[in-house]
Nanobody, 125 residues
Framework: QVQLVESGGGSVQAGGSLTLSCAPS????????MGWFRQAPGKEREGVAV??????FYTDSVKGRFTISQDNAKNTMYLRMDNLKPEDTAMYYC????????????????????WGQGTQVTISS
């Protein structure tokens, strides 16, 4: 069982920046697809961005503003969020699955086996 520990949420004004972190409880040499999903009140959970050792994928609404990265030495994944907008307000969840991230299916939450507890991001206008 893999546990994901998130940190870095908070409240900022529109145009500001935040960085989310997610650290899995285990290190592995197996391929691991990790990413972020978000869910706003009354809306479905949506994929934001994912990363594996070779690829990154983003949902269109965050391209050019969000950057996903991983630091293997620290065994930590990051989501740098710049130029934040009120519509980015949501609970953000770290997610992980064994294997690679696939372009055609990365945004489907059912494909991810492990989830963090969520961290709130609130953007005021």
């Amino acid at each position: 069982q893999v546990q994901l520990v998130e940190s870095g949420g908070g409240s900022v004004q529109a145009g500001g920046s935040l960085t989310l972190s997610c650290a899995p409880s285990t290190r592995t040499k197996r391929r691991f697809c990790m990413g972020w999903f978000r869910q706003a009140p009354g809306k479905e959970r949506e994929g934001v961005a994912v990363i594996d050792s070779d690829s990154t994928f983003y949902t269109d609404s965050v391209k050019g503003r969000f950057t996903i990265s991983q630091d293997n030495a620290k065994n930590t994944m990051y989501l740098r969020m710049d130029n934040l907008k009120p519509e980015d307000t949501a609970m953000y969840y770290c997610a992980a699955a064994w294997g690679v991230c696939y372009e055609s299916t990365w945004s489907q939450s059912d494909n991810f086996e492990y989830w963090g507890q969520g961290t709130q991001v609130t953007i005021s206008s």
